[in-house]
């Protein structure tokens, strides 16, 4: 039988260079130019609400300190490599930004916000004198709904509604059946995804705690607050987002289309089993749990809402650390419930420095929930 968490699990756990959304105009753009087949002498972009919201505060990788949805499409059309997908971004130079500037001066891209096609979308239109590619994304941030070339459809979806990476239905999760399968799954069926996670997670926090990104607020809560395991998970998590929302230009495992989602739950989860000195195995389980708990409970509000995707995933996080301690599932359900209780009020205001400080919040949460269920 075809083990459906394991699937699930390499459907979401995937790397993706900087915060996803201007990522995915990107990529969109980048998708418009291949197909146009030239540098175009202007661009026209569409976003959803959401896509606009967590677009217009987020560093686009590789620029330093420019953000914008005009920002993200010129640079996906001048360096992006569409077959990389949310990495497309990874080959951004010098004289790439140097362009960039130039052909903003310029005004080349102009945007607009479609009101009525649903949470996540994006629609990129590339023009090169008398020819035109439009590619247009729907409900995932890789998602290719339709793809035109002068008015002529070379590429459609029957449905907008389906993210293409998501082949597994979501409708069978439930707390039990997670719980059931991380601890009796042959982890080694496990170790390569999650060792990927643990790799570029852990390396991005390095580097959000090495540099000045954003607010700092990883490196404000360590100096504040010391360096005890309970302070470290938040401020780790912090920092791997400082960094992200920053523009650092390392990758990161996401989970549920989000990179701080990602960073939410694993890292106060690797953080844990350093401290308690587990085994591999046991991190491994930890993770599954954690990363699947945050899928589960984000399934059915989708990937972009008013819902601070930290919550979720740092209610997988606060379960896997009463895994990690050795608690009962009685425990791991009621600390979930403990952090949607806390924490479930958090609106997403958008995709930006203060990302961290969310995160640090619920995963304080967390770990609060998680010793108010043990007590």
Known sequence: MKDLYLEILKEELVPALGCTDPIAVAYCSAKAREVLGDFPDSIEVACSSNIIK????????????????????????????????????????????ELLKELLSKNICSTYHEEEMGNLYIKVIAIKNDS?????????????????????????????????????????????????????????????????????????????????????????????????VENLAKAYAAA???????????????????????????????????????SDEKLYRALALSNLIAIHIKADIGKLSAFCGAVSAACGSGAAIAYLNGDSFEVIGMTITNVLANTSGIVCDGAKASCAAKIASSVDAAIMGYHMARE
């Open 240 to 278: 791997g987002s400082d960094a992200r929302m920053g523009g650092c230009s390392l990758p990161v495992v996401i989970n549920s289309g989000s990179g701080n989602q990602g960073l939410t739950a694993s890292i106060p989860v690797i953080t844990y089993a350093k401290h308690l000195k587990v």
């Open 132 to 228: 035109m590619a439009e590619v247009t994304i729907a409900d995932g941030y890789t998602n290719i709904v339709s793809i035109k070339k002068d008015n002529r459809v070379i590429y459609k979806r029957d449905s907008q509604n389906h993210d293409s990476n998501q082949q597994i239905s979501r409708d069978f999760l439930t707390v039990q059946g997670i719980y059931d399968y991380i601890t009796s799954v042959d982890t080694i069926t496990l170790s390569n995804l999650l060792d990927g996670q643990i790799k570029m997670n852990s390396a991005i926090v390095d580097a959000g705690l090495d540099n000045d990104f954003g607010a700092n607020v990883g490196k404000v809560l360590i100096s504040n607050y010391g360096k005890g």
């Open 54 to 97: 967590n677009v217009k505060g987020a560093i686009v990788p590789g620029t330093k300190n420019m953000k914008g949805i005009e920002t993200a499409a010129i640079l996906g059309a001048i360096v992006g490599d569409a077959s990389k997908k949310l990495e497309v971004l990874t080959l951004v130079q010098d004289k790439d930004i």
